[in-house]
Nanobody, 123 residues
């Protein structure tokens, strides 16, 4: 599976961004997908995940109610809609494919990483 993330940028606090992750590979539609963030000097952390069919999602507490993950299996693309952005959301965001159809959160085992896309939120 190969992943290509896009959509990052610079916004002011309270603004919105939509990240996209285009995936290639025959089995990508059968895998859970996720978004991770890595702020400077910090470990990469799981932000949001979605199972293969799109009917189950997972969010880190820090983004619940502000971020929405979705997927379009016909386009092999996963999205992360980021609303009400805060300066602490500033990070490089990575998309990842899972090794299983439904594993999310702590059960999400990364199969492949995409390249990161920078999100910068200014106050």
């Amino acid at each position: 599976v190969q992943l290509q993330a896009s959509g990052g940028g610079s916004v002011q606090a309270g603004g919105s961004l939509r990240l996209s992750c285009a995936a290639s590979g025959r089995t990508v539609s059968l895998r859970a997908m996720g978004w991770f963030s890595q702020a400077p000097g910090k470990e990469r952390e799981f932000v949001a995940g979605i199972n293969w069919s799109g009917d189950n999602t997972y969010y880190a507490d820090s983004v619940k109610g502000r971020f929405t993950i979705s997927r379009d299996n016909a386009k092999n693309t996963v999205y992360l809609q980021m609303n009400s952005l805060k300066p602490e959301d500033t990070a490089i965001y990575y998309c990842a494919s899972g090794r299983s159809p439904n594993g999310l959160g702590q059960d999400f085992s990364v199969g492949s990483w995409g390249q990161g896309t920078q999100v910068t939120v200014s106050s």
